[in-house]
């Protein structure tokens, strides 16, 4: 048995950009929730999808804007795209697919917190996480968790992460307070770039293991006193920025196992929303 958990807002926006506009009969713009349609139906019809669930964040925002001014927003989110996240929660459930509507966390964070909350299930394969995200990366664990990049068709193991990242899952949120997250608006920390992080994360793992004074590095990198120096002068910022990358895991999953496997479409009530908004049946409901 595998679970595949999807990230809804990720799919929502790709399916966004890709997908030329489109309107239904009352005006309204729903070319993005044609695409994610579309893609979650391919989706479901791979022959190892039989527990699924989608969690979506509408808002945009979350606890973390709270912790830090900086961090995203919905601002730049179009308007067109945010009219259609109500549309994108219901398509899914008419999918047959169970969702998960995150106001105060992130769809990351309820993709985390059902990981931890089935990673111990009877019977259990693997759990693929179907998101590019780089901070979903922390949660892979061997090849018992992976992240699948859909769009170009990468999945990332735990020697995935490492040969991208430099670093083990575990260090993931140190790794991305320190070069930063752009998409989420984190800043990271001056001269820190990749390289550098990489190393010095996979010797020491975490921000309060690196020794203070560079001439105690045993790790080989380009100017080691000014990331120290560095590291030092924004030492606060770090860990808050780690603390904006690490996800929750505590988001309350009311759902079991078995509550998530896929039964199939609601035919009736997916028939309803393609003729509400235009689109023609799905092959899939009528094969």
Known sequence: MKIHLVDGTYELFRAY???????????????AIFGLMRTLIVLLRQEDVSHIACAFDSTVESFRNKLFAGYKTGDGVPGDLKSQFELAERITLALGIVVWPMTEFEADDALASAVVKWSSASKLEQIVICSP???????????????????????????????????LPESIPDYLALVGDTADGIPGIPKWGAKSSGIILNRYRHLESIPGDPNLWDVNVRSPKLLASN???FNEQAHLYRELATLRLDVPIEHSVDQVFWKGFSVDELTRICDEFGFLVPDALVK
């Open 17 to 31: 950009y890709a997908q030329p506009k489109r309107s239904a009969p009352n005006g309204q713009e729903v070319g």
């Open 133 to 167: 995200d780089k901070d979903l990366a922390q949660m892979v664990r061997g090849r018992d968790v992976v992240c699948w990049d859909r769009r170009r068709g990468l999945i990332l193991d735990e020697s995935g992460v490492g040969e991208k990242f430099g670093v």
């Open 231 to 233: 590291l030092l002068e």
